[in-house]
């Protein structure tokens, strides 16, 4: 965890976060393993996602040791004078101020855009919302369950073949959302180093998934008059799933019509191509992926995983094995590119975290420090934000900051 001699894209760049739960500290992890300076301000009672999964110790879960890494973190109890005024003082000297409290107790508490405007007029606003404010859902509470089910994608299970919606098995509006608004910062800040101006962003979660379901299944819908039904079939058809395989389970797609060829020579069943009206081309495919994928389960039905994987490979046909979770912690080729990273964490003792998934030829985008505990470096941040020690002593004893400092305390 010790920082290279390479720059990081965003060294530099300051990024006042104020968010919680998942999606914005979703956005401000990719920032900040960017090499933006992310200074994490949190109630007295921290983060709420620190209680999220397994933890050594109390509010260090590991989905906030997987989320909460280079950041610094400070305790700022709001409601209190001086607490708001070191918040104003933070931001002064930011460049992006990030949240995901309803805009309207943020007006309320003095923290709205043109507030933060007043004192940084080139600040990057982004608001993380449930709903746009300019709709008639506004201000209503919204979670990662609640917007899979409002924006269809608990719907789709249905439309798929199975009896009733379901939950996709993560945090699947959180992170879609906490990436949207991730590159939304780094295109007003493109657009700020061009312009010098400073922008105010909303990021709805609700919009932001609707947008990721229709871009897949608005389909005939598309169009004025509709042309057809919503939904791509090869998306919905009950028999787009992993195959049974004679011992397993495996995912199999021959797409295009020279996978579809090499995988139907491989298997000696060549003449079918243009013997079956269904399988003959790409366009007729995708008018019966119901009768296609059912083929194609008949088939892989009849051998090994093994076998289905070897021949696949040896004709360029996409291929998996259907994983478990516990397989990818020691899958060969995560560990040949250092996906994960163990280390030592000054008071969880050895973690394994994962490295960011891209790569770059020089740029340092890396895990430069680990997940802090609560207020770790409040008292470092009120320094550097210009208040004295008699200053930040008084906020101490009045609780509206905590030192958070491993020390003899602990």
């Known amino acids: 965890m010790t920082v290279p001699p390479t720059p990081a894209p965003l060294a530099g760049f300051r990024i006042v976060d104020m968010s919680t739960v998942l999606m914005g500290p979703v956005a401000t992890q990719v920032l900040g393993d960017y090499g933006a300076d992310v200074i994490k301000v949190e109630p007295p009672e921290g983060d709420v996602m620190r209680h999220a999964g397994m933890a050594r110790t109390p509010r260090m879960g590991a989905m906030y040791l997987a989320n909460g890494r280079n950041k610094r973190s400070i305790v700022l109890d709001i409601k209190q004078p001086a607490a708001k005024e070191a918040l104003f003082a933070l931001c002064r000297s930011a460049d992006v101020f990030i949240h995901n409290v309803r805009p309207a107790a943020m007006q309320r508490a003095g923290l709205g855009y043109e507030d933060l405007r007043a004192i940084n007029p080139s600040i990057v606003y982004v608001a993380l919302v449930g709903y746009s404010e300019h709709g008639p859902y506004a201000n209503q509470p919204a979670f990662d369950d609640i917007i899979q089910a409002g924006a269809g994608v608990s719907g789709l299970f249905v439309r798929a073949g199975l009896e009733e919606p ?10 879609v959302t906490g ?10 800040l493109l ?3 061009r312009t010098g101006i400073g922008q105010a962003i909303e990021v709805p979660m609700f919009e932001t998934l609707v947008q990721t379901v229709l871009g897949d299944h608005l389909n005939g819908q598309a169009f004025e008059p509709p042309i057809g039904e919503s939904g791509y079939s090869r998306l ?8 049974r395989t004679l011992d397993g389970y495996i995912a199999a797609t021959p797409y295009n019509d020279k996978q579809f060829r090499a995988f139907y020579a491989a298997i000696g069943r060549a003449e079918e191509i243009d013997s079956n009206p269904l399988l003959g081309s790409q366009s007729a495919r995708a008018s019966n992926y119901h009768a296609t994928y059912a083929q194609l389960a008949e088939i892989i039905a009849t051998r090994s995983t093994d076998e289905w994987l070897a021949l696949c490979r040896a004709h360029e046909v996409p291929c998996a094995r259907v994983n478990s979770i516990d397989d990818l912690l020691v899958d060969p080729h995560l560990e ?16 394994v975290q994962m490295r960011p998934s891209t790569r770059w030829s020089s740029a340092d985008v890396s895990i430069r420090r680990h997940a802090p505990r609560i207020g770790e470096q409040s008292v470092e941040l009120l320094a550097e934000a ?17 030192d958070g400092r491993p020390g003899p305390r602990d």
Not at 386 to 402: H, K, N, P, Q, Y
């Open 166 to 175: 379901v939950f996709v098995p993560m945090t699947v509006a959180d992170r």
């Open 191 to 193: 657009m700020r180093e």
């Open 236 to 243: 919905l058809t009950p028999h787009r799933r992993p195959y």
């Open 386 to 402: 210009g208040f004295d020690a008699a200053r930040i002593d008084a906020m101490l004893a009045e609780g509206s900051t905590v």
């Open 336 to 351: 040949a590119v250092g996906f994960f990273e163990r280390g030592e964490h000054p008071s969880e003792g050895r973690i």
């Open 179 to 188: 990436l949207t608004a991730a590159h939304a910062t780094l295109a007003a």
